[in-house]
């Protein structure tokens, strides 16, 4: 006969059979498995990032803004190799979860660190919701450029979004391993749909026949024209904006330093060959994409579909019953890896607010893993808050990515400064190179956060400026708290394990003659206790003479029923009187048993609402006073009962 109850049998047949401690070992991931896992954030961003680079220069420079993409994503690869190589350094020189926060603790101490902690999670938070958006906006551009028939599902943003979330949540659940084998397969799907994309781009290029789209669509994007731009002096903030914005093409590159640990041994090396992969793949998409962009003048569209990728993939298809496969196939594979890229949070997240946990900065409930291994209570508070920010959002691109690269570039400048403090002291080959490329990244990323905050700070930055200092409080008090509660419990004084009280009393509380009411008896003698009461506290006159008269019958119990009047019906009050006055000698010691009774079925909780939990709050706070609730299985009881036996005290 199972002991399981209902709820872990649901949670059982949800998540599959639980993993033991012993399995941690096997759920490791490989490079290829890892790479498909914690990429898919960075090379999803490529969707993206040259589009959000030209929603900003379009409306300014009108059809320059395709030839300025060009030097702005040659500036963007640039940082991505100084990244690379400071990410090599960090995954190279800290084997365990937590990136730029273990390299800013480790460099700057706990306190300093927690500014990359709170970036990290502020990232991780948002690039569920953009990452989501950006997967259901791929969808819907494919039903824009499929047919007529299919127009008009832009109202499914919000709804299809909160699903993937959903069920990606679901997914990581299930367990580290089975989230990997899930979520690698898309990643390759968008290499291959891009690399496609590509080639055949570059041979229709070759042969001049690449199209180009129509830029005064309905609606695109409104063109300025470069004479407005320098006519206002608007160059250098456009650009510099413009840039910001194509910086969201970078982030996720933090998440394999972030979830390390799920690496397979050696951690460090296996991280960095994924991490130089991660990043080469990332260049060859994001130039490819902006070349594509720079050549056919996909422009984006003011409701953020079709997207320019997907405007791509239909000029270089075409019509024709191969193009629209050719565009099913783009569109499907850049769908699945935007939404598995959200899945790189699910991985990241959980890992790094264990780390910090552990740190007493986050509550203790976060390092615990849970059914299948996983940290579940870190997936599900990402889950939680990613769906409040969709939905205060209205799951849009434009307005998520405002909040984006903020955090993940605060990030990249702490593990670029807190390298550069490593190598500072130290002595080792290559010691001036490390410092000039780790310092660079550090400046250069310390720059994109600031020109993100001044140029996007009307369009929703300005939430993400106020949540840092905000966040770092939180933490930090956190952190005061335990350790406030760690030096007040953990000071022994010698002897203080010995009785301090020559007497003990012990009270029962009984509200009706029961087997609960004789198993906490039972239990009061077996504490030895000096004296043993059974206290009935007279709120309704009728059931306490109802009682008495009961008590007095019984042969059940030798210990006498005491009333203690209650006329205003205020029962802690009138319990805690009683235990003062019990304990005023200063020499008495006064143990008070709460019999509570357990119902496994709804109605029998709702039927009997107990009070024991108040009752211990109430009498906690006093000296000389210890408070023990003793539950008491009624619902067993009454199937022992109907079974035709005697109900068990126990």
Known sequence: MTLDRPAYRVKRRLLGKPLTT?????????????????????????????????????????????????????????????????????????????????????????????????ALLVDYIVTVAVQVSAGTNALISLAHLAGDNWTGLDHLQLPVSVAVIVLLAYGNLRGIREAGRMFALPAYLFMAAVGLVLLVAAVRGIAGELPRADLHAAGVVPLGTPEDGWLYGASLFIVLRSFANGGSSLTGLEAISNGISAFREPQGLNARRTLVAMSCVLAVLVLGVSTLAHFTHAVPYTDGTPTVIAQEARLVFGGGPLGTAGLVFVQLATALVLYTGANTPFTGFPFLASFVAQDRFLPRVLTRRGHRLAFSNGIISLAVISLALLLATGASVDRLVALYAI???????????????????????????????????????????????????????????????????????????????????????????????????????????????????????????????????????????????????????????????????????????LAVRTTADGETSLTVLVPRRMYANALGKLLHRGTGEKMARALGQLPHVAVTILPFDASRALRVLDSGHAPPLD
């Open 22 to 118: 012993e399995h941690i070992s096997e759920e490791k991931l490989d490079n290829r498995t890892a790479l498909g896992v914690l990429a898919s954030d960075c090379i999803s961003s490529s969707a993206y990032g040259s589009e959000e680079m030209l929603r900003v220069l379009v409306p300014v420079v009108g059809a320059a803004a395709f030839t300025m993409i060009m030097p702005l994503t040659g500036a963007i690869l640039l940082v991505l190799l100084l990244l690379t190589l400071c990410y090599s350094d960090v995954v190279t020189i800290y084997t365990r979860a937590g990136g730029s926060y273990v390299v800013a603790r480790e460099n700057f101490g706990p306190n300093v660190a927690q500014i990359a902690a709170v």
């Open 407 to 577: 955090g993940v570039f605060t990030a990249f400048t702490m593990a670029g400064s807190g390298l550069t403090a490593y190598h500072l002291r130290r002595r080792e080959p290559l010691r001036r190179v490390k410092i000039t490329l780790n310092a660079l990244a550090a400046v250069i990323s310390a720059a994109v956060v600031l020109i993100f905050a001044v140029t996007k700070f009307t369009e929703g930055a300005w939430l993400v400026v106020v949540i840092f200092p905000l966040g770092v409080w939180a933490l930090t008090r956190i952190n005061h708290e335990y350790r406030h509660e760690a030096a007040a419990l953990e000071r022994l004084p010698l002897g203080t394990d010995r009785p301090r009280d020559r007497r003990h009393q012990v009270f029962v509380l009984v509200d009706t003659l029961d087997l609960a009411a004789l198993k906490g008896l039972r239990y009061a003698h077996e504490l030895r206790p000096d004296t043993v009461r059974a206290v009935h506290f007279a709120i309704d006159e009728a059931h306490a003479r109802r009682l008495s008269a009961a008590w007095e019958r019984t042969s059940a119990t030798s210990v006498p029923l005491e009333l203690v009047a209650c006329p205003d019906r205020r029962l802690r009050h009138a319990m805690r009187e």
